[in-house]
């Protein structure tokens, strides 16, 4: 083979550290960015908390927001080049992202020399850098909240780990008296019990456990069960439903309305309640409707999940991102202070970095002054491209503010893309894992994106829209004769909808709702 040199164009892409890191936080959640601060604290002495300062002034024109929008657009541009990059890999196809659907970022190595061109290579020790995030920090109990305003309440501000069944039920197995064979059979029957509260193994399965133990007969370890079955959650340990429902209704007081009658209704004809076969069920239990609705209602009472209340997860809390009100009728959008702690450059280091003479110790200090600057400008970034796009937002969905789900506007990412004048991947990486609080309640920025069904007319309306009219009109059916898919279609038709038998039944489906045999009731 001849070896020649050959001249070959194409295009490389690279990114600062800097740019790395300002797009790492766009798309990183409120708890798991206070973990992120809590390292950067950790490790670099240039960093404090700043109870001086308001989050609210972040919003106003600083000095400085200049140097942030700056590097906001520097991170918008990167995330364009590398999925332009990707795209022309794999697909030339330019339709939009659907909502909740996010582009990944590769992370090849991109070129940026004109970015590198406007970052000093050293930022003066000598210049001044005002702080403008302010907040209490947040005290959630979540693994990735490390901040307390008052250190002294750090033990009461940590998340309590609940006991789990096994605990939960191996406590009062402590305190009743039996022999140790006896309590090795409850250990075998409380290890098999699941997070619902179920007993997971058979008996001939437990009795498996213990073939080096001859003695141990079936007989036995049913009636270690049975004992079990005493503890508490009431009606924990047992086999299916049934024993289950039946366990409970047993330790109802005596003089409890309609408890003889359940017991007969769980005990022989669960599976017609199941079928909600209520003809049958009336004329086998020789009952009206009004007194089997009574005994319904009484098994509907009972918990069909008895150890559902009881877990070994911590609880996860949400900090939403942004505020939204209404004042003086007009909708406002802003950042929560609450979620991030306020951070400054510490000035005595600052200052103890320009009087150092040891050019080791001195680089050392100014290297950790520029990741500190860097650090903040990345988070002053990160809020103000989430500010802004969570304004188009509110913006795009003021009806929905106004007047409810019903109004949600058909949204997509390329919509509020081109209404900011930024990429879609970068738009899809803000509104994931952010949240914002309003007087309706707490919705993912994802939340208000949603894809289009027309109307008779030839317009448009959100599928959200279209789950909540679904929603609306089940809520309002009569459950003795539920609407159908079908029904529901030719109602939604007469209001304008024009939606296809198969999608309601995938929208029901996604809201979790029963078909209409199983939401026939009596009750």
């Not at 789990?164 to 039920?169: A, C, D, K």
């Not at 100014?366 to 491209?385: V, Y």
Request: glycine share 2%; proline share 4%; charged share 30%.
């Amino acid at each position: 083979m001849k070896q020649a040199l050959h001249l070959k164009i194409g295009q490389q892409l690279t990114m600062t550290p800097q740019l790395q890191q300002a797009i790492r936080l766009l798309q990183l959640s409120s708890l798991d960015l206070q973990q992120e601060i809590q390292e950067a604290l950790e490790s670099n002495v240039m960093l404090e908390l700043d109870e001086s300062d308001k989050l609210s002034e972040s919003n106003s024109d600083e000095p400085h927001n200049g140097e942030v929008k700056e590097l906001t657009k520097q991170i918008d541009e990167s995330i364009d080049k590398i999925d332009t990059s990707s795209n022309k890999e794999s697909t030339n196809d330019t339709a939009s992202p659907e909502p909740g659907e996010e582009t990944a970022v590769e992370n090849d190595q991109v070129d940026f020399d004109q970015i590198q061109n406007t970052i000093p290579e050293d930022l003066p020790t000598d210049s001044t850098w005002e702080e403008v995030y302010d907040s209490n920090p947040v005290q959630a109990s979540s693994s990735t909240s490390q901040y307390s305003g008052d250190d002294n309440n750090f033990l009461e501000n940590s998340g309590k780990l609940d006991d789990n069944i096994q605990e939960h039920l191996q406590w009062q197995l402590d305190l009743t008296p039996m022999s140790e064979q006896d309590r090795r059979i409850a250990d075998a029957i409380i290890d098999a019990i699941n997070d619902d509260g179920y007993l997971s193994l058979s008996i001939d399965e437990l009795l498996e456990g213990f073939t080096d133990e001859p003695e141990i007969e079936s007989e036995e370890i049913e009636a270690v069960l049975h004992l079990i079955q005493n503890f508490e959650p009431t009606g924990v340990a047992a086999r299916d439903l049934q024993e289950n429902l039946a366990i409970q209704l047993k330790f109802l007081d005596d003089d409890c309305a309609w408890k003889k009658e359940a017991q007969i209704l769980v005990d022989r004809h669960l599976n017609l309640l199941a079928n909600r076969d209520f003809a049958t069920l009336k004329r086998r239990m020789k009952l009206d409707e009004d007194s089997l609705a009574d005994v319904i209602r009484l098994i509907k009472s009972l918990n069909p999940r008895p150890a559902g209340q009881i877990s070994d997860k911590k609880t996860q809390y949400i900090v939403p991102d942004i505020i939204v009100k209404k004042v003086k009728g007009v909708w406002h959008a802003e950042l929560n202070s609450d979620s991030m702690p306020p951070l400054s450059i510490n000035k005595h280091y600052m200052n103890l970095a320009k009087e150092m003479k040891k050019s080791t110790d001195s680089q050392s200090l100014k290297d950790h002054l520029q990741e500190a600057r860097w650090f903040i400008k990345s988070l002053q970034s990160r809020n103000e491209t989430l500010l802004k796009v969570a304004r188009c937002i509110l913006d795009f969905q003021r009806d929905f503010f106004d007047y409810g789900d019903e109004y949600m506007k058909a949204l997509v990412l390329a919509d509020v893309a081109n209404a900011v004048e930024m990429h879609e991947s970068t738009i899809s990486r803000v509104t994931t894992q952010k949240y914002m609080h309003t007087p309706k309640g707490i919705f993912e920025l994802k939340y208000f994106f949603s894809s289009h069904v027309s109307t008779a007319s030839g317009g448009e309306v959100s599928a959200t829209a279209i789950r909540a009219v679904i929603r609306k009109l089940i809520g309002n059916e009569d459950s003795r004769k539920p609407l159908s898919d079908n029904k529901l279609s030719k109602l939604l038709e007469a209001q304008n909808y024009k939606v296809a038998r198969r999608t309601i039944a995938k929208y029901r489906e996604s809201m979790s709702i029963p078909p209409s045999n199983e939401r026939k009731s009596i009750v």
